[in-house]
DNA sequence: GCAGCAAATGATATCGATATCAAGATATCG
DNA sequence: CGATATCTTGATATCGATATCATTTGCTGC
């Protein structure tokens, strides 16, 4: 900027003030000096800035991403999440920091303007643990009772509560839910398929898969038969567990969607191409990653952002 | 650091260098202010220190994100990469700036220590708008003839070779390759294929598709069908190609793998569990991210990496 | 013709860290 | 005992931008 200055025959400070737009300086000066700037190839000095404004202009993205094949890791989910949540922060000139879990004890995450939290295990303490940064934060998931701070996710209850209304509208009455009710999200599912399956008299049964793989559905089908178990529809809380349990279902000479209906969350792509399609619960990720963008660039701004819940659709197909 | 200065009675140098681990400070007024700064939660000011050493210890990685159901944006790929990627650099103390192409003239990008490109449609154009940054720069895909910088990849050709072995040792005689060679990495693959494939006198069919998706699979099988062209192996350069192509080969009444061998590309988590289990040519993308880092980190400090292709292995199942 | 005001620019201090060079304290040695 | 080496600490300048207050210039209106 010196240099330019000189170049310009100005002051240092009054190139900061044109190449910032600032209405301070008179519009020939202005442009004069961003052309300079242009030709020269000047570029800013972000770490001078964000001393001297005691800003980052960066948000850290946190993501569980646990080695092995772990459902975070290979679902589509959260990188549709990311993408909505970089295109938000970028346009509004904010660059996204990306960390796991472990890394966030990077000072550079320290210095963030603000923070996001992804990922299905996303337990009270690990939000403890962050808020204690003392940043603006919004988490991805569901509200627990006692969680106070922003919360941004879809509507499980919703989702839950509109299969447990398609399985009534077939005819079933002897459903299953298949999946990890210790993750609140799927808690949530699981509460909005049980309450509104009580209102029509249904008491689904619950199997609990602590995976979300195909093999894990499979598995899960297979225990039902073994153990004699009546049922006629399955709520599988992911697209793989719900694939499995087809899969099982097949294997055991039980029709899909005749003898049982099936429905899986996600609505991954390959739902819909599955044989035979599946009927799956859709979420929006990239609307997700948008509005949690959205409420910290609020948060960082002192607004007032509370949680906000997403829609969820019942996409049905062939199960 | 000048309060924790005052605390200590020491000056505000004496304090950096007992946080910053120097042996030039005397090892008990080291404990002592660390002490005092965990104490008093002192955190580092990242912009001040990147300021005076002219690093930003923050590598940019740039990620493909289109809106649309890219296949970018669904498969599991770019996240492992950006998995592995995340926690090397991670590891080495830098952080990772997340970015879109549309995003990449933000100036935090600009002020990154280095750059790691991703994407299939990463072509010449986009590296040389990057490379005119002048930073360290690795790229993730294919090596052409011109390329100058630093890549990264797996060996496509030799897994188009394998596939093609594969074939020829099941007595395949007209195999068909599905894909779209006009990204260099599926060209790689459909050269390697072809190549073997003279080795034994064999000459594939390319039928070209752009989209890596199931309803492309179908459709390009349907055409070949209705075409009347006789083949008895395919290799799809995507394993949802691959799937869908099965599906249509199902629906003509064409036994896989007995009437026809069909392989796919990726070897994506679903491959193992689809009906019936899918063939396909694995990559290890977790390694790939590790080395993509491993090759920036080199870079930064000036060291002298070259291109590098990682192995690729042919995961034989049931088609 | 001069006070008063707006527009444009500048001088200086500052954000919070580290590099460089200087200097005091202590140890070692012939 | 003085000289030299070693250990430890400090003073100062600096990285590149912006906030604040000051100043200059040109113009308006009575």
């Known amino acids: 900027m010196a240099d330019l200055a000189q170049l310009a025959d100005v002051s240092k400070i009054t190139v900061s003030r044109a190449l910032s737009d600032s209405p301070l300086v008179n519009r020939e000066t202005r442009d004069r000096i961003q052309a300079l700037a242009r030709e020269h190839g000047y570029k800013l000095n972000v770490s001078a800035r964000n001393l001297r404004l005691r800003r980052s202009y960066t948000v850290a993205v946190i993501v569980e991403m646990k080695p092995s094949n772990d459902r975070t890791m290979f679902d589509p989910y959260p990188l549709v999440l990311l993408g909505g949540i ?3 922060l970028t346009a509004a000139g904010y660059s996204v920091l990306l960390t796991t879990r472990q890394g966030a004890t990077a000072a550079a995450v320290q210095a963030a303007d603000g923070l996001i939290l992804l990922g299905q295990g996303v337990h009270q303490d690990a939000v403890r643990r962050f808020d204690k940064l003392g940043l603006p934060m919004v988490v991805w998931g569901a509200r627990g009772e006692h969680d106070e701070h922003t919360i941004v996710g879809s509507d499980n209850r919703a ?3 509109a299969v447990a209304r398609h399985f009534v509208s077939k005819g079933r009455r002897n459903p299953i839910f298949i999946g990890n009710p210790g993750h609140l ?16 008299g249904i008491k689904p049964l619950l199997i609990r898969r602590d995976e979300f793989t195909v093999a894990s559905g499979i598995d899960a089908v297979e225990s039902l038969a073994a153990r004699g178990v009546a049922f006629d529809a399955i709520f599988a809380c992911s697209d793989l567990l719900a694939m499995g349990a087809i ?7 039980r029709k899909v969607p005749k003898d049982v209906s099936v429905i899986g969350y996600d609505d991954m792509p390959l739902a819909a191409s599955f044989m035979p399609p599946l009927s799956s619960v859709r979420q929006d990720w990239q609307a997700g ?6 409420k910290v660039l609020g948060l960082i701004q002192g607004e007032d952002v509370g949680s906000e ?11």
């Open 86 to 88: 970089s295109q938000e």
């Open 309 to 319: 819940v997403l829609p969820v659709e019942l996409v049905v197909r062939n199960t």
């Open 185 to 200: 999200e799927i808690f949530e599912r699981l509460s909005g398929f049980v309450d509104e399956s009580a209102v029509h």
């Open 289 to 294: 990653g948008t509005l949690l963008a959205r």
């Open 247 to 253: 899969r099982a279902l097949d294997a055991l000479g």
């Open 159 to 161: 989702g839950g509560a």
